[in-house]
């Protein structure tokens, strides 16, 4: 697939099948992909965590919060959750920063899932204490994303902007709509 | 192409053929990518500055740190500097932080640029007030990164690291080795 056909179709999805479950050689795959991403001084500091069961997928699901810009709507229901997990962590034994070492490999991830017939949505907003008591992830690990990953079953329509109002928004269909800025706005002329 | 392959091929490249021009176009191309990448919130608040013309190119370079961890190269020389660049800039009229934001769409700009047949180098070592001035970039807009892109005239060797030492280095030869840590040391099991 081009990659401008992979990054259109790396939306970020919020609902899935839940009857499809990801198997653990398709997660580490993803990670072996963000292993040759780029790393500032190259200290690739980060680390890896992946989930696939229904029990580990029921304990991060708690922690994450979903869709800010949806006020009526609390997070995927049963049976449109995802059903895979990587969390990244910071090791504070590598780093004291991380830079955007995580939005790169995050970008990488997505993307190969894309690629896989996946789809998922990069989560920052974390309950991030609760997070690391239910995973007993120790203290040494910085949490910096949870990437939650599943078969999408909703249609993403990417609008243009309008109005400078950001907001994504679900239409009577249950479409998701996001709207991005128009290119020649991003480009600018100084 | 995979993205297998596309981001093995997305190396950090640091010296290019400079008589390989790249034109407006294609820089334009890889914004539009970014452009489709995740942003957190869904605020888009970066900014691309694009340059090509080897006057352009002039003021940029010396504001750029190259590879500290090559001691006894100072970056590359006449004939082998970069002919594009995209200087990432955050705009703080519409955020006040800018998260990975810059990170993701580095990330998917090299990815293209790789796909293009180019190559280059996320640079955060700036000396952002030389840059600013020379640039005449407005004080409303924070430079986060500067993407260094030209024609490849340099082997990066993927290593897998050793004794953890993450310094990249150069043999005899002239090819630039790059050690990434295992997968088995990136996937951690709690």
Not at 32 to 59: F, H, M, W
Not at 125 to 135: A, F, G, N, Q
Request: glycine share 8%; hydrophobic share 40%; aromatic share 8%.
């Amino acid at each position: 697939m081009k990659l401008k056909d992979l990054v259109f179709r790396t939306r970020s999805y919020r609902r899935f099948d839940e009857s499809h479950l990801i198997d653990n050689k398709t997660l580490e795959d993803l990670v072996a992909l963000a292993r040759l991403s780029a790393s500032g001084a190259n200290r690739q500091p980060l680390k890896y965590l992946i989930y696939n069961t229904p029990v580990d997928c029921e304990r991060l699901f708690p922690s994450l919060i979903w869709a800010a810009y949806l006020k009526e709507w609390c997070g995927p229901g049963h049976g449109e959750r995802p059903t895979g997990y990587i969390v990244i962590l910071g090791d504070k034994e590598i780093a004291e920063g991380f830079g955007v070492d995580h939005g790169i490999t995050a970008q990488t991830i997505m993307l190969g899932a894309t690629e896989k017939g996946l789809g998922g949505c990069m989560i920052a907003s974390i309950m991030k204490d609760k997070l690391r008591e239910d995973l007993n992830i120790p203290e040494r690990f910085e949490i910096l994303l949870v990437l939650a990953l599943g078969k999408p079953v909703e249609n993403v329509i990417v609008d243009e902007i309008k109005d400078g109002d950001v907001k994504y928004w679900r239409d009577e269909k249950g479409n998701h709509h996001v709207p991005k800025r128009p290119l020649n706005e991003l480009i600018i002329k100084l």
